[in-house]
């Protein structure tokens, strides 16, 4: 794959350069922006480094055209100039797409250095830190989200360098205006309204989504993705609306949001091996960093317990409960073993040593209900192993009251799966979803679009860093009483 | 008998003018046709990018851009009038101005070559515009000639309109850095002059005129006919500064045998302006144009009648476009002056003087419209209304 884009992009800039004195920068910048609305990102990225190489610089304001010196006559209505920040922007987006994790890796590192390097120029977009801030996430570039931070705390409030939007995906463009709390807007006087200057609405999944309108009291099975089978390794994922993602900070920790509380439990050890989860609490434990950093939960707030008993998982519950205040949003993980007897679903302790013995299991139910009276939101993760028993499996029990919203790793009759990552090995699902938290970094997610997000980032097995398409397809949330949009 | 004659040659009328001391502001070349220009003191005619621009310089047309454009000027036509007293060689004089009439000035019509190609495959523009006019009137009763005799029901009109009806062709070079073009332009010269008046004597010698002696009635008026070629360049180093320079050839006059000896030529006249756009006011949503302008006329026959040296009309302004929702608003405002110097020989005809004025104009001009609305105004030196000019430009749809 890293051939095809050297190839690529040496045969266009090749190609291009016989034709870049005939051809003009604002032809081969209209490339760019084509092959960028049509996902062609090595495309797109040659594009925009070919107009980079006939006129240098990017610029935020209106280029003006030869016309009249009684008028102004713009390039695309005053659009900014950025064929540096489209190559990089490309080149993120390359790193994304891409199956080899090594050109992955390459691409990221080129995006990474090519935002910076507009920084260092003095280009303070807000687009340019978002995307930055995402590249270094990838990365796990620690340093160079520190480096941002401090950069941000500097620049905060006079980052006023424009890039051109229509480079960017109009769902990230909305993400971008959120994150930042003000409207989007290009540079330049509004020479004429275009309708498609805004961005598309955002869509439901529909028929996907359990309908808010039906008797909560009337059984609905699990909801479970389907391939799109023209694409079977990439689905369509719905676009996010304009102030969809609630505020946050674009780089460093999201800011906390103090009534968001979570209980993160990951449970390795299991003396029942068939349905273990070995990577369990090392799972937690990213889920927590992804909730702490990327999500807006205090720290304090959040509880972890690795391999713990039932009777620890009570305790835990019951500690949490008494702390949250009326109305808090909860958040629950639960990576271990999960059973389903007689129409309940349990959640085994380490210490749990027979699939219907539930002695030594706490009922799902027990989790939410000290939760429930308090009258809080609850957003529950499940990373279980669901083989089908009598045709049904954990996961089958729904509640009919309170405000829940239960999502599964994995579909009925599937086991969880796992990837290496840097040498550990953890849950596909986690994986993925800590990529989901890292890229929107929000403390107000909806709980939806992150499944939907997630869905697409374990079918295209992450940033490509480590292995391939994953055959794990998570169940959608089921909604108890709660709107698809609904925020945690 | 008494009255000194102008013009005393065979087939022309005999006409008595008592002049030298008859100024007027000299409209006949100076005469602005009433466009955007107009309200900034006429500073940018030979950088515009309009219809007008047949007439101004055809280079202008290279920006006339894609669409084909139709523009439309109404405006008012204003005359001066001399009311005189007591000695008719030497007699005393009020001046007064007055607006006139409305009248279309200009007609445009300009379209793109090749669309595709823009500025590189060239325009063409037609119009009828009106690029000089004069009209004066005197009058006076009770006039006491040298020799004794008295003049009453004195009246006299001198009126000038010359409209062109110009075809040019405008391109640019690849880069629009440079615009030329060139045009042909076929003039009407309608000029009109007439006198009349009563010459009376006292035969009783109680001082009043009681016996008619001399009846004058004299009317000159013809429709010249001429054809003169403009040309034009204008150098766009950057997208916001632009030079302009045109020339018009003279243009002699045929087919007015009656009042060749008045007015015979329409002069050379040479355009320069230089005009600059500043961008980047209220965070690039408003930008503000300067431009200045001077226009030399010369090489012109001197009539008996019309009488005057070479001319030289500067003028300049700026217009600030200011963003208003989704249109501009353009405000401008300039002055114009020309040192019209005057023959001032007694008896030979008219004089002009300098005439300075004072321009002001705005328009409307919506940014997702066809069309854009110009109301220009200027100020005379000799007081009384301002001139108005209104025009419309209308933009076709491709």
Redesign the interface.
């Known amino acids: 794959m890293r051939k095809y884009w050297t190839i690529v992009t040496v045969a266009l800039l090749a190609g291009g350069a016989g034709v870049a004195r005939a051809q003009s920068w604002a032809d081969i910048y209209q490339q760019g922006l084509n092959a960028s609305k049509q996902q062609r990102w090595s495309d797109a990225r040659a594009h925009f480094q070919r107009a980079a190489a006939v006129r240098p610089d990017d610029v935020s304001?209106?280029t003006?055209?030869?016309?009249?010196?009684?008028?102004?006559?713009t390039w695309r209505r005053?659009a900014p100039y950025s064929p540096r920040f489209g190559a990089a922007y490309a080149a993120l987006k390359g790193a994304t797409m891409s199956q080899d994790p090594d050109e992955a890796d390459s691409l990221l590192r080129a995006a990474a250095r090519e935002f910076e390097d507009l920084i260092d120029k003095g280009q303070h977009a807000k687009a340019t830190y978002y995307f930055l801030g995402q590249a270094f996430s990838l990365l796990k570039d620690a340093d160079g989200n520190a480096r941002l931070d401090a950069r941000f705390a500097q620049m905060q409030g006079r980052m006023t360098w424009k890039v051109d939007l229509e480079i960017i995906a109009p769902e990230e463009r909305g993400q971008i205006a959120d994150v930042f709390g003000d409207p989007v807007e290009q540079?330049?006087?509004?020479?004429?309204?275009d309708p498609s200057d805004l961005a598309p609405p955002g869509t439901e999944p529909g028929p996907l989504v359990a309908d808010p309108g039906a008797d909560p009291g009337t059984w609905h099975p699990p909801l479970v993705m389907q391939p799109d089978a023209a694409r079977p390794n990439i689905l369509e994922v719905p676009r996010t609306t304009v102030g969809s993602v609630g505020a946050s900070r674009p780089v460093g920790r999201v800011a906390p949001v103090a009534n968001k509380f979570a209980l993160v439990i990951g449970n390795s050890s299991s003396l029942l091996e068939d349905l273990a989860v070995p990577f369990a609490t090392k799972d937690a434990q990213i889920f927590r960093d992804s909730l702490v950093h990327y999500t807006g939960y205090p720290d304090p707030n959040v509880d972890v317990l690795l391999d713990a008993t039932a009777e620890q998982i009570r305790e835990a519950v019951q500690n949490l409960a008494e702390r949250i205040p009326e109305g808090a949003t909860v958040t629950f993980f639960f990576a271990g073993v999960g059973v389903h007897v007689d129409e309940r679903d349990y959640l085994a302790g380490v210490d749990a040593d027979s699939e219907n013995d539930t002695s030594r299991m706490v009922p799902k139910m027990a989790v939410y209900q000290p939760f429930m009276s308090k009258g809080a939101r609850i957003f529950a993760f499940y990373e279980v192993n669901r083989p089908l028993m009598g045709g049904k499996t954990f996961g089958f029990e729904y509640p009919m009251v309170g405000m829940i919203a239960q999502m599964q790793a994995t579909k009925p009759g599937d086991r969880v799966q796992s990837v290496n990552r840097n040498g550990d090995e953890i849950g596909v699902f986690v994986d993925a979803a800590s990529r989901v938290f890292a890229e929107m970094r929000s403390n107000r997610l909806p709980v939806m679009e992150f499944a939907w997000q997630t869905f697409n980032a374990m079918k295209r097995s992450g940033a490509g860093l480590h292995g391939g398409s994953t055959t794990q397809v998570i169940t959608l949330p089921v909604l108890s009483n709660m709107a698809s949009d609904t925020r945690f | 008998m008494g009255a000194r004659k102008l013009i005393s040659a065979a087939g022309i009328a005999a006409v008595t003018v008592s002049a030298g001391w008859a100024q007027v502001p000299d409209l006949l070349n100076a005469f602005d046709v009433g466009g955007r220009a107009m309200g900034m003191g006429g500073g940018t005619y030979a950088v515009g990018a309009d219809t007008m621009s047949t007439v101004e310089n055809p280079a202008g047309l290279a920006f006339i851009g894609s669409s084909t454009t139709m523009g439309l000027v109404v405006r008012t036509l204003p005359g001066t009038s001399l009311d005189l007293s007591r000695s008719f060689s030497r007699p005393d004089s009020s001046l007064s101005a007055d607006q006139g009439h409305f009248s279309v000035t200009h007609i445009g019509y300009a379209f793109p070559l090749d669309r595709e190609r823009g500025s590189t495959g060239g325009a063409v523009g037609i119009s009828f515009s009106t690029i000089g006019y004069l009209r004066e009137e005197r009058n006076g009763d009770g006039l006491i000639t040298d020799s004794g005799t008295f003049i009453r029901t004195y009246n006299l009109l001198n009126r000038h309109r010359h409209d062109a009806i110009t075809l040019a062709y405008g391109r640019s070079n690849n880069s629009g850095t440079v615009n030329y073009g060139i045009g042909v332009m076929y003039v009407l010269a309608a000029v009109n002059l007439s006198e009349r008046y009563n010459e009376l004597i006292d035969t009783d010698g109680d001082g009043l005129p009681d016996q008619l002696l001399n009846r004058q009635i004299s009317s000159n008026s013809s429709v010249g006919r001429g054809v003169g070629v403009v040309v034009g360049a204008q150098f766009n180093p950057r997208p916001n500064v632009s030079f302009g320079i045109s020339a018009r050839s003279p243009i002699d006059l045929n087919g007015n045998a009656s009042t060749s000896q008045i007015y015979d030529r329409i002069p050379m006249k040479i355009s320069g302006s230089l005009a600059f756009r500043n961008d980047r006011l209220r965070n690039g949503r408003d930008y503000l144009v300067f431009g200045a302008q001077v226009d030399y006329f010369l090489d012109e026959k001197k009539g008996q009648v019309i009488q005057r040296d070479d001319q030289v009309v500067i003028g300049g302004g700026m217009e600030y476009n200011l963003l208003v929702g989704a249109s501009r608003v353009p405000i401008r405002v300039g002055f114009q002056t020309s040192n019209a110097r005057g023959a001032s020989v007694p008896g030979r005809g008219i004089s002009f003087r300098s005439r300075d004025t004072v321009t002001f104009g705005f328009g409307y001009h919506p940014l997702n419209g066809n069309y854009g609305f110009d109301a220009n105004f200027g100020s005379g030196t000799v007081g009384g209304a301002f001139d108005m000019a209104f025009g419309l430009t209308y933009r076709f749809s491709n």
Do not use: I, N, Y
């Open positions: 304001g209106p003006f055209l030869p016309g009249p010196v009684t008028e102004q006559r005053g540079s330049g006087p509004p020479l004429a309204h």
